[in-house]
């Protein structure tokens, strides 16, 4: 993004959350690399012995979790990846090996929010050999009849003109930050305005509703429903209130994982840890750090 773009679209935003945000760019060019006719762009960052993915929603990019990544870059590498409009998780997942083989990473620890969880939940099935922990944030595994109902909100998706979605996509944080300070919620605005007109092209959005689809039309093949017995290598973290999945489905989550590290706040939607910070901090580095 151009210079002058930059402090346009932040001049609302006070000076040092817009500032915070310029610097993180500054220090964290994107790397690119090239696979299946596609660019594949992302972070790398950080230091020290262990490695972790950052797998963002449906809207992110490589540095969405920006305030995260700084915070885990200090004492963990870390490799935050934009997403690509490949035509399967399968197809994102032989990408994201790639990256970790290009970095020299044998293990990784993967941590997945919303649409990233549900890639990590695939990985660690597909892929258990590059895995070593994993953070399912702000998801479940829905029901048949709630999975119908996913399927077809994401094709309705895919095929509104993109000035619609983005309208969609503001309004719905105007909602959720109603109750933040200013400075967060015209922050949190014109960061939204920024990744839907500046980062993201319709075809890469649309992109992620096809994948929404394929983890939903291609469960059976992706095992999302078997268990895996990984006792002290996963934790899931949950909000009661979640709108985007309801309480059986984040149940049935947490069945898939016995052993599981389970920490479910009483309140935070779907941003779970926007409204829960220092205790969902607390127990996301008492976990990679144990």
């Given at each position: 993004?151009?210079?002058?773009?930059?402090?346009?679209?932040?001049q609302?935003?006070?000076?040092?959350?817009?500032?915070?945000l310029?610097s993180?760019?500054?220090r964290h060019?994107?790397?690119r690399?090239t696979?299946?006719g596609l660019e594949w762009?992302?972070?790398?960052?950080?230091s020290g012995?262990?490695?972790?993915?950052?797998?963002?929603?449906a809207?992110?990019?490589a540095?969405?979790?920006f305030e995260l990544?700084?915070?885990?870059e200090?004492e963990?590498r870390v490799?935050?990846?934009?997403?690509?409009p490949v035509?399967?998780v399968?197809?994102?997942i032989?990408?994201?090996?790639?990256?970790l083989?290009?970095?020299?990473?044998?293990?990784?620890h993967?941590?997945g929010?919303?649409?990233?969880a549900g890639?990590a939940h695939?990985?660690?099935?597909?892929?258990p050999d590059?895995?070593?922990?994993i953070?399912?944030?702000?998801f479940?595994l829905?029901s048949r009849k709630?999975?119908?109902?996913?399927?077809r909100?994401?094709?309705?998706?895919?095929?509104l003109p993109?000035?619609?979605?983005?309208?969609?996509?503001l309004?719905d944080v105007r909602?959720s930050?109603?109750?933040?300070?200013?400075?967060?919620?015209?922050?949190m605005?014109?960061?939204t305005?920024?990744r839907?007109?500046?980062?993201h092209?319709?075809?890469a959005l649309?992109?992620r509703y096809?994948l929404?689809?394929?983890l939903?039309?291609?469960?059976d093949?992706?095992?999302?429903?078997?268990?895996?017995?990984?006792p002290?290598?996963?934790l899931?973290?949950?909000?009661e209130?979640?709108g985007?999945f309801a309480p059986d489905?984040?149940?049935?989550?947490?069945?898939?994982?016995?052993?599981?590290t389970v920490?479910?706040?009483?309140?935070?939607?779907?941003?779970v840890?926007?409204?829960?910070?220092e205790?969902y901090?607390?127990?996301?580095?008492?976990?990679?750090r144990g």
């Open positions: 993004m151009k210079e002058i773009a930059f402090y346009e679209v932040y609302h935003v006070p000076a040092e959350r817009r500032e915070r310029r993180f760019r500054l060019p994107y790397h690399m696979l299946g762009g992302y972070i790398a960052s950080g012995r262990d490695a972790v993915m950052m797998l963002g929603g809207t992110s990019t540095e969405s979790s990544i700084s915070a885990l200090q963990f490799i935050s990846p934009t997403y690509p035509a399967s399968d197809l994102l032989e990408g994201f090996v790639a990256m083989d290009m970095a020299g990473i044998d293990q990784v993967l941590y929010h919303s649409l990233g890639i695939v990985f660690v099935r597909s892929r590059r895995v070593n922990k953070v399912l944030s702000s479940g829905p709630a999975a119908q109902k996913s399927r909100r994401s094709r309705l998706f895919e095929i993109y000035g619609t979605l983005k309208r969609h996509y309004r909602r930050y109603a109750d933040a300070d200013d400075g967060e919620a015209a922050f605005a014109a960061y305005y920024d839907l007109e500046l980062q092209t319709p075809a649309r992109g096809r929404m689809r394929d939903i039309d291609n469960a093949a992706y095992r999302v429903g078997e268990p895996v017995e990984r002290g290598q996963v899931i973290l949950q909000a209130d979640d985007d489905a984040q149940v049935a989550l947490r069945d898939a994982y016995p052993g599981a920490k479910v706040f009483p309140a935070g939607g779907h941003d840890r926007r409204h829960n910070r205790a901090d607390d127990s996301l580095f008492d976990f990679l």
